[in-house]
């Protein structure tokens, strides 16, 4: 936005529109990617950032990495069970073609199923593939809960066969 000041023009900016620009400054600076501790510091103190709340932003970004990760296992999880189902099915369905033939002589009944489980898997597929919404924050926090779960008994345990 510009404005005329003393009859000089200044151009101001939104919060929004500062940290945007100084994102792509930041990224262009050619520091191989990676600032030192002292450098954040030095940045933030040029920006009148206090040392407080540059802290809790510190600890606010750390927070989002590590729950990014938590995701990240969360959706492989997922994926890994998914593939365990599509074998199941394939076996299960398998099993009941070959029932057939060799009862009958021909596919009739085991189509049925076959078709049963198909929607079943088709479902499950879809709602597994939804990585937004209230399902599937849900479905993510019974995860973190219960490997939270997992790792509090397995630590009580290391530590009682320790002693």
Known sequence: MKT????KLVQTYHQEDIQ????IAIARQAYEGE???QQLLE???ELEISPECLQLAEQEW??????SQER?????????KLQKRFGNYGLV?????LLDLVSGGGLSWSLYILLSLSFLLGLDVWNKSQIQGEEYEKAFQNWKRRHQIKRSINSLLDRL???
């Open 62 to 67: 750390l927070n989002q990495q590590s729950d």
């Open 20 to 23: 945007q620009i100084l994102q």
């Open 72 to 80: 990240q296992k969360f959706n492989l999880d997922r994926r890994k």
């Open 43 to 45: 940045i933030a103190a």
């Open 93 to 97: 369905n398998i099993f009941f073609i």
């Open 161 to 163: 066969l320790k002693a």
């Open 4 to 7: 005329v000041v003393d009859n």
């Open 35 to 37: 600032f030192s501790r």
